[in-house]
Structure formats: structure tokens, C-alpha cells
């Protein structure tokens, strides 16, 4: 066809209302939307009724279809039918395949667009807790805690090595390992906290300090998705010690 095409949307981290208003005139025009599974169900009402939307998320277990047909399809129908827009959680180009997608439409000579997304690792600023503060801290690592084959991250023992803030992206199942890591270095009352279902109305904050990220995690059951933040930056955040302190006198009982 000759208006085939494909935009590659970020979505943000969940809360429709971060979503760009680039973002929000891509899906206007869209004659279909593969979106993902992190993907607020509200951003597809801002496509035409009458646009294809098809769900192709990928969950830990629960996958609707493989990277590779996930390929095909943004081929097939901007062929068959012009404007895709692959509506993706975060950013495409943040741990979400999104140059995979482009490289792939690209060799079919469909032209691709990129609409950035907010990530998931500016999370922790819109609970109030900054990843990087002056006279703290000079950086942060962000960190994909599981890798392709399912391990952890070679890298998560050299972020616990640093002074930088480390934000481990799909890191419950790991987290004894991460713990470990930064145990490991002697870090154990270093301030941290595990952000659950970030910006969505039932997203909560969970603070503590490393060695007690373990029993916290077994307490309140947070769902994923989930990030996990290290870091002497976390506890600038004016209630930390506060929240901390009860904490310990909940283990106390």
C-alpha cells in the first residue's frame, strides 16, 4: 500500500494522562493499534471507532504471541490496511524491542516513526523520591534485573559496588539476589523501595532499608509490575525515615 507506515508509540508508565499529545494524534490517525499489555485501556479510545485494535502483550508465563510474530503482524497490516501504531508501555526504546520492531517493518521499506514515552524509571519522581540529589549522588544505573535466558544481571553486583542509585526493571523474582548483591558490599542499611503498579491508581510505595526489602516483599505482596529502587537518594524523600520507623516497630510486634 502506499500509505503504509508504523509509529512506535510510548504509552508511559500506566496513568493515560502521561501519555504525550504527539502520542495522542499518532493513535488519532491510526488504522491499527497492537497494543501492549502495561498499556492503560483508556489511550485506545483516543483511535477511530472504526481501528483495528489488537492485544499483543507479553507477560512473565502468559505470552499472546512471540517477538517474532509480533514483527509479522506490524508488517501485515500496514500492508493490508496503512497506519499501525505499536502502542508500547514506557518508552519503546527503554527494555520494550522497539528498535527490533522498527529494524524489521524497515526491511519491508515501510517507513517507521518514533513518539518518545515517559519510563517506568522516572517513577520514583512521582512518588517525591529523587534518583539522583546534589551532593549524594553523581548517577544512576538502570538495570533490567532478569536477563533473555532468565538470570540476573552480571550488572547488578556492579551497581551495588557504586555510590549511583540503582533502578533494577523486572526485579521481584530476583530480589533475594539483588539483596545479596548489595549485602555482599556491606550495604545493608542503604535506604531502597519497591514502587508497585506506578501511577495507576492502586500503585503504592513500600520503603525500607536493603536487608529488609526481603521480609517487606512477603509482608505486603506488592503485584507487578514493579521497580526497585537503591539508592542513599531514596532516603532524601521527606517521610523516609519516618515510614521506615514504623516499619521496624511493625517487626517489633
Do not use: C
Not at 100 to 127: C, D, K, Q, R
Not at 184 to 206: F, R, Y
Amino acid at each position: 500500500m502506499m500509505n503504509a507506515r508504523v509509529t512506535l508509540v510510548g504509552a508511559g508508565p500506566g496513568d493515560p494522562d502521561l501519555v504525550s499529545i504527539k502520542g495522542v494524534k499518532a493513535l488519532a490517525s491510526a488504522d491499527v493499534v497492537l497494543y501492549d499489555a502495561l498499556v492503560h485501556p483508556d489511550l485506545l479510545n483516543y483511535a477511530p471507532a472504526k481501528a483495528r485494535k489488537v492485544y499483543v502483550g507479553k507477560r512473565a508465563g502468559q505470552h499472546s504471541y512471540k517477538q517474532e510474530e509480533i514483527n509479522q503482524l506490524i508488517v501485515d497490516f500496514a500492508l493490508s490496511e496503512g497506519h499501525v501504531v505499536r502502542l508500547k508501555g514506557g518508552d519503546p526504546f527503554v527494555f520494550a524491542r522497539g528498535k527490533e520492531e522498527a529494524e524489521y517493518a524497515e526491511t519491508f521499506n515501510i517507513p517507521v516513526a518514533f513518539v518518545p514515552g515517559i519510563s517506568s524509571i522516572t517513577l520514583p519522581g512521582y512518588y517525591g523520591v529523587p534518583i539522583t540529589r546534589r551532593g549524594v549522588n553523581e548517577s544512576f544505573w538502570v538495570v533490567t534485573a532478569t536477563t533473555s535466558s532468565g538470570e540476573i544481571s552480571n550488572d547488578v553486583k556492579l551497581v551495588a559496588q557504586s555510590t549511583a542509585t540503582g533502578i533494577f526493571l523486572m526485579g521481584l523474582g530476583k530480589l533475594n539476589a539483588i539483596v545479596k548483591a548489595y549485602i555482599g558490599q556491606g550495604k545493608t542499611d542503604i535506604p531502597a523501595a519497591i514502587i508497585s503498579k506506578g501511577s495507576l491508581e492502586d500503585g503504592k510505595v513500600i520503603f525500607g532499608r536493603v536487608s529488609e526489602l526481603t521480609a517487606l516483599k512477603r509482608q505486603h505482596n506488592p503485584p507487578t509490575p514493579a521497580l526497585i529502587v537503591i539508592g542513599e537518594a531514596v532516603g532524601t524523600h521527606e517521610h523516609f525515615y519516618e515510614l521506615v520507623k514504623t516499619v521496624e516497630r511493625d517487626y517489633a510486634k
